[in-house]
Nanobody, 117 residues
């Protein structure tokens, strides 16, 4: 499975941004999908994950602001990010996994999100 993330950019605090991650493979719909992020000087951290059936969970730090969704017909997982804060600045990575949650089997290349104050 190859994952291609997109949608990052430079935005002001309080605004919104949507990340997309498109994957290859005919069984993509059966994979658990997720988003992680890594800020400069910090370890990669979990953001959100969505099971193949649509159930989703997210980290406390983004709860109420971020929402993960998937479109299996398009082999795509999204991360809708609202009310962005400077501390959300990071490289965001998507991931997919045939069995584990949070997913870690396949990784996208990352997309930079920078939130200015």
């Amino acid at each position: 499975v190859q994952l291609q993330a997109s949608g990052g950019g430079l935005v002001q605090a309080g605004t919104s941004l949507t990340l997309s991650c498109t994957g290859s493979g005919r069984t993509f719909s059966t994979y658990a999908l997720g988003w992680f992020r890594q800020a400069p000087g910090k370890e990669r951290e979990f953001v959100s994950t969505i099971w193949s059936g649509g159930v989703a969970i997210c980290a406390d730090s983004v709860k109420g602001r971020f929402a993960i969704s998937r479109d299996n017909a398009k082999n795509t997982v999204y991360l809708q990010m609202n009310s962005l804060k400077p501390e959300d600045t990071a490289v965001y990575y998507c991931a997919a996994d045939r069995s584990r949650v949070p997913p870690s089997e396949y990784w996208g290349q990352g997309t930079q999100v920078t939130v200015s104050s």
